[in-house]
């Protein structure tokens, strides 16, 4: 559960970042960074480099996509396990994406956020966003079995 000031920490932070310029610059850099999670975006074309995957408009596109999916969490934080079990569920049965990987993408985003708003992400702040991103995490890790 979370205290009221976990709570507004949340909303305040997510209400700053801007879903079309964070989302993709995170799922770039998982790609980048720990490159054998490209073997699930095979069809995304070509991932041969840096810039190659930071210019992908496929890569790009997905990135809204995930960010737009954190959107339901800071909108339902007493009810994460619920709203990601669909998803959960896809990306374990459908996607066969190894759960392991929704930490690397978890730690890629807090890494982004941090570079881009500095000293104003205090440590405080940045200790709520990564407790919010593990409940995130156990979520979408929930149906796997
Ligand atoms: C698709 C959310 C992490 C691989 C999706 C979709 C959403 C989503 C909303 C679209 C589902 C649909 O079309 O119905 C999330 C969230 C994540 C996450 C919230 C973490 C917090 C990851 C990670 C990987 C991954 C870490 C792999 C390293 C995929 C793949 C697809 C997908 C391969 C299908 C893409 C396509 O064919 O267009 N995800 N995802 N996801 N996700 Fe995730």
Same mark, same amino acid.
């Given at each position: 559960? #979370?205290? @009221?000031?976990?709570?507004? +920490?949340?909303?305040?932070? #997510?209400?700053?970042?801007?879903?079309?310029?964070?989302?993709? @610059?995170?799922?770039?850099?998982?790609?980048?960074?720990?490159? #054998?999670? @490209?073997?699930?975006?095979?069809?995304?074309?070509?991932?041969?480099?840096?810039?190659?995957?930071?210019?992908?408009?496929?890569?790009?596109?997905?990135?809204?996509?995930?960010?737009?999916?954190?959107?339901?969490?800071?909108?339902?934080?007493?009810?994460?396990?619920?709203?990601?079990?669909?998803? /959960?569920?896809?990306?374990?049965?459908?996607? /066969?994406?190894?759960?392991?990987?929704?930490?690397?993408? +978890?730690?890629?985003?807090?890494?982004?956020?941090?570079?881009?708003?500095?000293?104003?992400?205090?440590?405080?702040? @940045?200790?709520? #966003?990564?407790?919010?991103?593990?409940?995130?995490? +156990?979520?979408?890790? /929930?149906?796997?079995?």
């Amino acid at each position: 559960s #979370w205290s @009221q000031s976990e709570r507004s +920490a949340i909303v305040e932070l #997510w209400d700053k970042i801007n879903i079309d310029e964070i989302g993709p @610059q995170a799922l770039a850099r998982v790609l980048i960074v720990y490159p #054998w999670t @490209q073997r699930y975006f095979g069809q995304f074309g070509n991932l041969n480099s840096a810039a190659a995957i930071l210019g992908n408009p496929k890569v790009t596109a997905h990135g809204k996509v995930v960010l737009n999916a954190l959107d339901n969490a800071v909108k339902n934080l007493d009810n994460i396990k619920e709203t990601y079990s669909k998803l /959960s569920q896809l990306h374990c049965e459908i996607l /066969s994406v190894d759960p392991d990987n929704f930490r690397l993408f +978890a730690d890629c985003l807090t890494i982004v956020i941090a570079n881009k708003f500095g000293a104003e992400f205090t440590p405080e702040i @940045q200790a709520t #966003w990564q407790k919010f991103l593990a409940v995130v995490v +156990a979520a979408m890790s /929930s149906r796997y079995f």
